[in-house]
């Protein structure tokens, strides 16, 4: 959307102490000198984590399991808890707490070795012994005779919540929004922090590390143009709605009187739009219409060879595994380590597209409503929204193979998620424009096999990042629970190369597993 | 003794000076050669708020102002202009005087010594006079003192004829209000008629200006006073109230003594109820002391002289509220005539002359005024350019996120494009406010809650739905429990605040997974959460909302 053009950086002409100056906006490496000059006071820290989500958090595990002091490492963040921004998008898109994750459940943030897993986990915690079983078998089943075994929300939550106080992640975390990071004259960087109002003294406080790490996950997310366009114009914000923000009403108007739905997109969040539009359907004995709208259609099994295929059907791709299993297995993820650049693009272009995981549940509900006709799939692209005739419902114009075509419905659940460039993150911008951060070929963050941003090193400091704004690296599936951990070891043990951290050998690794099982501190 | 300040006459002496009248002052400003002319405005400024801000008794106010601008004024200026005022105070006059100002108490005869007279000279203080007297009896002369140009034109034996009650000139043809050149002028002398009645809010410019204050009007205590068999219904509990509080100093007893007294004196002509000698209210009294009163009574001024309140009681006539009729005076009309004492008193309509007259023609209303000319875009964008907001309370705080969306402070992600909100620094901006969610109805349909709304079974019915501030959501109730105007949704800020509006049987909320119902206290403002049920009489409808809140 917004390209390279940067952003505009807000220098007022007047700048008051403790605030950044013109100087410091315009220098990429900046001297202790300068910073003093502006009046910001600077904290010495070893190690600063941007972001404080589950990335952050993650990494913060594995360096405290390492052995680093919590004094030793700063999380910078807006969020009170690493899950906050997961939980709330999980639950608007239709996963709360007691619902099952679609991803896959072979890492666990709250766990760094991964065992127990969660589905022994719940085994254990079980009041009954069907409650006991059922974990047990399905992973032993899976996937032939059962789908794959996922945790519920709630589960990864709570256990993230006990491992948090575990290791005493709050005593790292200081509040505020992080405004940039920059290389310090003479190794090291800067970050600056923009504390809450009245919070602290001045309104920046810079934090002088050796090492930065940057997770601060999605810039957000990127609603279709012809999605803004109607609520700007017709200011209405009740009709056409994005399947990762609160809606709903949508599924209480429906309840009320008999309507027709259309989902956009066939990810895993339109799944689960769909499997709670048909769940309140069945529950309520509604009349609930549903009109599926696929930009790529699948028909049927697809890939570029026999060796590369993947299941299809009815528009929808499912996944061969779950995520990020399907694109991390063995051969899979040694080829992808020794891809670089059109390569590594072209690589991620045939694993990439909008996929789904298989479950029966929910497709058996599509079969049933293809067969009594209230459910229909279709291929096509949206044009432009427009109310309905006396303000009532929603007109979709669509282009098809068929031609132009019009829609009327009283709603529309948006469920392509698409993410927004990493531009638009002022941080990531101020890493490309004043650090010498670059783009990989999916136009993200370009890292290393180590996770440290390329070109951005600051000798002897280095600067890392992990999560979604990396995607696209060596390594697929960085936006996962697994992802975020392999990264986490990643860069572990780079920092112990370096000799910031003792490397965790297998004896002091058992003893800390076992401190883990029995919940004690580190 | 209650005199209404204002219907007291004035008689303008010529002269160069500036006199001003205005509700409850009179006063001199002097413009000799040299002064300096804003000095004079100021002045009068100052005048006209003290009057402004309590026209029934500026007189202390006025002289705390006049004094503070004075020493202002020659602290910076030099030499004010010299200048006096009487103003009505509490209990009688206040005066005050600079400079070669004098204010002097005139009456028809030598009825009272030349040393009890009142005689106060402003060049004979330091800095000001200033005095609170009681009403003199006779008429006040205040004058410049222009010994020099011998302008003080007024022989003594003239102002003293002007001086009586009935003087030479009609007492409507007197100075009522505003400002005018003069050398002087007199006023008073205070007749008992014009003692102020109980009613409070009588304008002050009322008819009795018109009428003068030998006329019989209906401003004067006998409109009001217990006219028997018809002002007993008047005297309503304010009225009584009002004026037992104003009549304290005259005390009930000499009130309800006379009244007993009237009462008997007609105790055959009209019937009187029992209890109106204890509910005459003192102005009745006030009036009465044109009756012969008991010389004791305190407060009432000594009795003037020459038959102005020897007038005995018209016998048998039931009309024992009268003003009297002076002697002599050639505008006074003869005393109404016995038989008709309520027609006599009756207040006159508003149309209805008081003097003879041909009576005004009844014309046609006046048009409707012509509806506003509707602004062009052109006016609108240029107001709009000016920062003129068409509805200031449609306006909020809050923080743009990188695409230049406005959004609430407190959520996580655009409400418009789905950004991330944590990318920009927080600097509010103000701008018009979007929609902060819905209201989905039972019945499926839905409000939009982009402005505040009154909920009920008949909304048009509240005042601000009839002025167009709230809007309305009619809703159908056949079970009587919702009320007419049972609800308000209020959008504050970026909440949305349901307030319960006294209805008779209650409003109630339940959060989204609660199976209770809260009852809100009338009045109570409720901010609504995102999926908060409420219930209005047997109706109910889900707040929603999608703004982006983690928590």
Redesign the interface.
């Given at each position: 959307m917004s390209g390279d053009q940067p952003?505009p950086q807000?220098a007022a002409p007047t700048t008051e102490p403790g605030d950044l100056t013109p100087e410091l906006i315009d220098t990429d490496i900046w001297t202790d000198e300068m910073v003093a000059r502006a009046g910001i006071p600077v904290v010495p820290v070893p190690f600063v984590t941007v972001g404080g989500g589950i990335g952050s958090f993650v990494t913060v595990d594995y360096l405290r399991i390492y052995g680093v002091p919590a004094q030793q490492i700063v999380v910078l963040t807006?969020?009170?808890v690493p899950w906050?921004?997961y939980e709330?998008l999980t639950r608007?898109s239709q996963i709360p707490r007691n619902e099952r994750l679609r991803s896959d459940s072979q890492s666990r943030p709250d766990n760094i070795w991964g065992f127990p897993s969660y589905a022994l986990s719940e085994a254990f915690a079980a009041k009954s012994l069907k409650e006991f079983v059922w974990p047990l078998w399905n992973v032993f089943t899976e996937p032939i005779l059962t789908n794959y075994f996922t945790p519920r929300a709630g589960q990864a939550f709570s256990s993230m919540e006990k491992e948090m106080n575990r290791i005493g992640y709050l005593q790292s975390v200081r509040k505020g929004?992080v405004?940039m990071v920059r290389r310090r004259a003479g190794g090291g960087y800067y970050t600056i922090l923009?504390p809450p109002?009245g919070a602290a003294q001045t309104k920046r406080i810079a934090y002088q590390s050796q090492y930065v790490h940057i997770a601060i996950g999605?810039?957000?997310?990127?609603?279709l143009k012809d999605l803004?366009d109607y609520?700007?114009r017709y200011?209405?914000?009740?009709k056409v709605?994005?399947a990762?923000?609160?809606?709903?009403?949508v599924y209480?108007?429906l309840r009320?009187?008999p309507g027709k739905v259309i989902v956009r997109g066939g990810g895993i969040v339109a799944s689960r739009v769909l499997q709670r539009l048909i769940d309140d359907r069945d529950k309520y004995n509604l009349q609930t219409e549903i009109l599926q709208v696929f930009r790529t259609f699948y028909t049927g099994p697809h890939g570029k060879d026999i060796f590369n295929r993947r299941p299809g059907g009815h528009g929808w791709a499912y996944q061969g595994f779950n995520y990020p299993k399907s694109v991390w297995g063995g051969q899979l993820k040694e080829k992808m380590a020794k891809l670089e650049g059109d390569a590594r693009a072209q690589a991620y272009e045939e694993m990439g597209g909008t996929n789904t995981p298989f479950r029966k549940n929910w497709l058996e509900q599509l079969k049933r409503g293809r067969s009594q006709g209230w459910y229909r799939e279709m291929q096509g692209a949206f044009d432009s929204l427009r109310p309905g005739p006396n303000g009532a419902g929603v007109v979709v114009a669509m282009s098809t193979q068929h031609g132009a075509l019009e829609e009327y419905a009283d709603f529309v659940v948006d469920c392509t998620g698409l993410e927004?460039d990493i531009r638009?993150?002022?941080?990531l911008a101020d890493l490309l424009d004043h650090s010498g951060a670059g783009r990989n070929p999916k136009g993200r963050l370009d890292v290393n096999k180590q996770f440290e941003v390329i070109g951005t090193r600051s000798r002897p400091g280095r600067l890392y990042a992990s999560g979604s704004s990396t995607l696209g690296g060596p390594f697929p599936g960085v936006d996962t629970f697994l992802g975020l951990q392999i990264s986490a070891q990643e860069i572990a043990d780079d920092l112990a190369r370096l000799g910031f951290v003792k490397r965790l050998g297998p004896g002091r690794s058992i003893a800390q597993w076992w401190r883990w099982a029995r919940n004690r501190p580190i | 003794m209650k005199v209404n300040f204002d219907d007291v006459p004035a008689r303008v002496h010529p002269g160069r000076h500036h006199l001003v009248r205005l509700p409850g002052v009179v006063a001199i400003i002097r413009t000799d050669p040299g002064t300096d002319p804003d000095a004079a405005n100021d002045l009068l400024e100052r005048i006209q708020t003290s009057s402004r801000t309590a026209p029934t008794a500026p007189g202390r106010d006025l002289a705390r102002q006049l004094s503070i601008w004075l020493s202002r004024f020659e602290e910076t200026n030099g030499v004010a202009p010299g200048f006096g005022s009487i103003s009505a105070s509490e209990n009688g006059v206040a005066i005050f005087l600079y400079g070669d100002i004098s204010v002097t108490e005139r009456v028809a005869d030598a009825a009272t010594s030349p040393e009890e007279r009142v005689a106060l000279f402003g060049k004979d203080a330091a800095f000001t006079v200033d005095r609170l007297l009681p009403w003199p009896a006779g008429a006040l002369q205040l004058i410049a003192d222009d010994d020099a140009d011998g302008e003080l034109d007024i022989p003594e034996h003239a102002a003293d004829a002007l001086a009586s009650a009935d003087g030479p000139m009609p007492a409507w043809a007197g100075f009522h209000r505003g400002v005018t050149p003069g050398g002087g002028l007199l006023f008073g002398p205070v007749t008992d008629h014009m003692s102020e009645p109980a009613v409070a809010d009588v304008p002050a410019t009322s008819g009795s200006h018109l009428a003068g204050p030998d006329v019989p009007v209906p401003s004067g205590p006998g409109a009001h006073g217990p006219v028997p068999g018809s002002s007993a219904t008047l005297s309503s509990a304010a009225y009584d109230a009002e004026a037992m509080s104003d009549g304290e100093a005259m005390a009930a007893e000499p009130a309800s003594g006379e009244a007993v007294a009237d009462g008997e004196a007609m105790a055959d002509g009209e019937p009187m109820a029992e209890g109106a000698g204890a509910q005459v209210p003192p102005p009745s009294a006030a009036a009465g002391s044109s009756v012969p009163a008991p010389p004791s009574a305190r407060a009432v001024p000594p009795p003037p002289p020459s038959g102005r309140s020897v007038v005995p009681p018209a016998p048998s006539a039931g009309t024992p509220v009268v003003p009297p009729p002076p002697t002599g005076a050639p505008v006074v009309p003869p005393p109404p005539s016995a038989g008709t004492p309520a027609a006599a008193l009756a207040p006159p309509r508003l149309s209805e002359l008081i003097q003879d007259g041909p009576p005004e023609p009844p014309r046609a209303p006046l048009p409707p005024a012509a509806p506003a000319p509707r602004q062009t875009a052109q006016q609108k964008a240029a107001e709009k350019a000016a920062g003129v907001k068409e509805r200031p309370q449609d306006y909020v705080q809050g923080f743009r996120c990188s695409r230049k969306h406005l959004n609430d402070p407190r959520v996580s992600f655009c409400r418009v494009c789905g950004i991330r909100m944590d990318q920009m620094t927080g600097v509010l901006v103000e701008e018009r406010r979007p929609p902060l969610g819905l209201l989905v109805l039972d019945v499926g349909a839905t409000f939009v809650l982009d402005d505040n709304y009154v909920l009920g079974r008949n909304p048009e019915s509240d005042a601000a739905v009839r002025e167009g501030t709230l809007r309305p959501v009619r809703l159908d109730d056949t079970s009587g429990a919702l009320s007419r105007v049972h609800a308000e949704i209020r959008l504050s800020g970026w909440d949305v605040v349901l307030i319960d509006r006294g209805s008779a049987n209650g409003t109630y909320v339940a959060a989204t997974d609660e199976q209770s119902w809260q009852r809100l206290a009338p009045n109570q403002h409720f901010v609504l959460t995102p999926g908060t049920h409420v219930r209005v009489g047997q109706r109910t409808f889900t707040f929603e909302s999608s703004a982006a809140r983690l928590r």
């Open positions: 952003l807000s807006g969020l009170d906050q921004s709330y608007v929004q405004r923009t109002a999605y810039p957000g997310l990127r609603l803004q609520r700007e200011r209405d914000p009740t709605v994005n990762y923000e609160p809606h709903e009403q209480d108007q009320i009187r927004a638009e993150s002022r941080v | -």
